[in-house]
């Protein structure tokens, strides 16, 4: 090689090594660049093209019986949808042949599962648009027979639903929530805070197949599920309760009519039905008037009821006992009124215990009319009257009661049997619960508690124990009640056979304008077994116009639904008799 | 010589390198192939949970609603089965019968269910469903996940 050609060599070497130390230096530059200088930049937008962020939704929780029995729970549903733009025949593989389905014959199919006509949905299909809702929240069931066409222009969004598996079961406490999952009414309203759980969240980074890259999910938020409220009442109790009263309202052409059972040694409601009641699944079928609790916020005038609680009163102050006489007319003048009897009837010498027996206005008047005001005001309050009962139920009713110092001549006497006064059905079951359980009051509870996952409770209400009367008070005044159901035409109607019971009528009159109507709150309140005193309850049947001028309408639920409770819950029958009490002098 | 007996020194050296190289790279390869398997695979099996999770719900709802107590009194009433209201026991210390025992009443049979339930189902949907026999296993609580559906999630709104 001559010296020329030794020379080139060497320049292109010098030129190729040139260059390429240029290029070294430009990619060490970029290299640089995007490692260090752009490095954070770079890998953060490359991971928000692979990353995806998905909620975790909250399930909301459960609610249950007092046994566990799922009351309300969540399910999904599915919103079938398709995109119209996308429409076209399905090919599907029939017995190892690949068939063409023409778009007729898929809606049709679509039209069959969905249970729409077909002249609705085809019409649906067609445009240019990319979403067309075919049908709203179908079940699980349904959504999986849509699946299983396997059309790919179909699509589905999956949303929580709300299940009521009882229906109206307890529907007027569980109350409701809307499409969109926000409670609306009752216990699913005011637990909510218990009832909805918080969404969680978290990151995926997906392939270009959109196959979910392991390992890569991060959960930024912790999902917490919504926890279980669990109730005190019995669903099957609560079941029959209702059934008994729909019939009855139904028989006695009543507007409603309400029940409510409470353990006498510990508040729990062990029910609170009503008739009419909402299935809560679906609401919009019910009045609006019917959606609620009437036993919890309907408040009324009790009526004769509410002269057990007088007659404890008259013994516990010590004007009174079983044995004290009146004189009792049917009727009598009072300022400007006359108070009557319920029948007229000839005057009768009658001792306390026969003043509950027959139930007379004018009796009861003569054996409280030297009770101060103040007192039977005192003891009205103490047993729970004017204000709403520890339950807290949402909307809730105190009843009214004004104070002793506002009572008219009329309304201080009035309010010994149970007018010029108004209460809820709970307020005046808890005065029978006091008298079952020794005078002493222990506070109603319907929610037991919020229960996490691993059965923890909290928000487990305080209970509450309050001596109202004194034991023998009590016991004095159950006794007189126990003649009521053996001597009374209506009592003797509520009468178990087997047990001991006692309880009281109730008749009130109801106010229309200024004046009363014609129809009337017939009621019964009392306990059983009276020598093991279990429940209290009362039923009180609204307006009924079949029966509608004594309490024997509320007769008949009473018995069938005491029946019930004593007979579900195994309670013994009575072993003992009732002592001989003189109803007359 | 010395360049020589370095460039035979070196040649082992080479092999390994080399064949670790290969080694590793086929390690690599294998790896891949079997994470991305493994990828699919379990994809493949969250989808067959979703499948089974829809089958739960279903059943659990079907099971619910066919327990319910408007469904009972029902299906009672069909059988003609008539509540007796009227409890009776029996004491077995004393062998005395506490209570007194009455026929039921004809009258006391609520044929008809009055308390509404629009989720009731009258007979399951799934009776013509192959029978799993039960597990010899003791059930385990499994965590409530969204059911996202097979079909695809809607394109737009």
Redesign the interface.
């Known amino acids: 090689m001559n010296q020329t050609g030794q020379t080139n060599i060497t320049r292109r070497m010098r030129l190729f090594l040139t260059v390429s130390a240029i290029l070294v230096v430009v990619f060490a530059i970029r290299l640089i660049d995007f490692q260090i200088v752009r490095a954070e930049a770079i890998s953060e937008y490359s991971y928000e093209n692979r990353a995806v962020t998905r909620t975790i939704p909250a399930i909301r929780g459960d609610i249950l019986d007092a046994n566990g029995e799922v009351l309300a729970t969540s399910v999904y549903r599915y919103d079938i949808n398709a995109a119209p733009s996308m429409v076209k025949p399905v090919s599907r593989v029939v017995d190892g042949v690949e068939q063409v389905i023409s778009v007729e014959a898929v809606a049709a199919d679509l039209a069959r599962i969905l249970q729409e006509d077909i002249a609705v949905l085809l019409p649906k299909l067609t445009g240019t648009s990319n979403y067309v809702n075919l049908k709203k929240r179908v079940d699980a069931d349904t959504h999986r027979s849509i699946e299983e066409l396997e059309i790919p222009w179909i699509f589905s969004d999956a949303h929580q639903n709300r299940l009521y598996p009882n229906g109206a079961v307890a529907g007027n406490l569980i109350g409701f929530v809307d499409t969109d999952g926000l409670a609306l009414a009752g216990l699913e309203r005011q637990f909510n805070a218990c009832l909805a759980g918080v969404d969680g969240q978290e990151r995926f980074e997906r392939g270009v197949d959109g196959i979910r890259i392991p390992s890569s999910a991060v959960v930024t938020q912790e999902v917490a599920h919504g926890r279980d409220v669990v109730l005190t009442i019995d669903a099957s109790l609560q079941y029959h309760a209702q059934q008994t009263l729909a019939s009855e309202v139904e028989r006695l052409d009543a507007d409603w009519a309400t029940a409510v059972v409470i353990e006498v040694k510990t508040g729990r409601i062990v029910l609170a039905a009503e008739a009419p009641s909402v299935d809560p699944n679906d609401p919009g079928k019910s009045a609006p008037e019917e959606r609620g609790a009437r036993v919890f916020q309907y408040a009324y005038e009790p009526g004769s009821t509410m002269k057990t609680l007088t007659a404890a009163t008259a013994i516990e102050t010590g004007f009174a006992t079983m044995a004290t006489g009146v004189v009792a007319p049917d009727q009598m003048p009072l300022f400007d009124r006359t108070i009557k009897d319920f029948s007229p009837h000839e005057t009768w010498n009658l001792t306390l215990a026969g003043v509950l027996t027959k139930s007379s206005n004018v009796g009861i008047i003569k054996i409280a009319e030297n009770i101060p005001a103040s007192t039977r005001f005192d003891f009205m309050q103490r047993f729970g009257f004017g204000k709403p009962t520890e339950v807290g139920f949402e909307g809730e009713t105190g009843g009214l009661l004004s104070d002793y110092n506002n009572w008219d001549g009329v309304t201080n006497f009035t309010t010994t049997f149970g007018q010029g006064l108004s209460v809820s059905a709970v307020q005046m079951a808890s005065v029978y619960q006091t008298l079952a359980n020794g005078g002493v009051r222990v506070n109603p509870v319907l929610v037991a508690g919020c229960a996490d996952d691993a059965g923890a409770m909290t928000s487990v209400p305080k209970t509450t124990s309050t001596q109202v009367v004194s034991a023998q008070t009590a016991q004095d005044v159950m006794l007189m009640l126990e003649k009521v159901v053996e001597d009374g035409a209506i009592g003797q109607a509520t009468a178990v056979p087997g047990y001991r019971s006692a309880g009281k009528t109730g008749t009130a009159e109801i106010q229309e304008g200024a004046g009363y109507g014609d129809y009337f709150a017939t009621s019964f309140f009392g306990m059983a077994p009276v020598d093991n005193p279990q429940y209290a309850m009362g039923v009180m049947i609204y307006k009924p116009k079949q029966v509608h001028t004594n309490s024997m309408a509320a007769a008949a639920s009473y018995q069938k639904i005491l029946s019930q409770v004593l007979l579900t819950n195994r309670v013994a029958p009575s072993t003992t008799v009732s002592p001989e009490i003189a109803t007359e002098w | 010589m010395k360049s020589l007996r370095k460039s035979r020194l070196s040649a082992p050296v080479v092999m390994i390198l080399v064949t670790g190289f290969v080694a590793v790279s086929l390690l690599h390869l294998l790896l891949t192939i079997l994470?991305s398997q493994?990828?699919?695979e379990?994809?493949d099996l969250k989808r067959e949970k979703r499948e089974l999770d829809?089958t739960s719900?279903?059943l659990?709802?079907e099971v619910?609603?066919l327990?319910?107590?408007?469904n009972l009194?029902n299906t009672a009433s069909r059988l003609g089965m008539v509540a007796n209201?009227?409890?009776?026991?029996l004491?077995l210390t004393d062998q005395s019968v506490?209570?007194?025992p009455?026929p039921a009443p004809i009258a006391?049979a609520?044929s008809t269910?009055?308390?509404?339930?629009?989720?009731?189902i009258i007979e399951s949907?799934q009776i013509n469903q192959v029978t799993v026999p039960a597990s010899t296993t003791e059930p385990v609580?499994i965590p409530?996940t969204?059911?996202?559906?097979?079909?695809?999630?809607?394109?737009?709104?």
Not at chain 2, 67 to 70: G, K, L
Not at chain 2, 85 to 89: A, D, E, G, W, Y
Not at chain 2, 113 to 120: D, H, I, K, Y
């Open positions: 994470t493994s990828v699919y379990l994809s829809t719900q279903i659990s709802e619910s609603s327990a319910s107590n408007q009194l209201t009227n409890p009776v026991f004491r506490l209570g007194q009455l006391s609520q269910n009055l308390v509404a339930n629009s989720a009731m949907t609580a409530t969204v059911s996202t559906s097979l079909i695809p999630a809607s394109p737009t709104r």
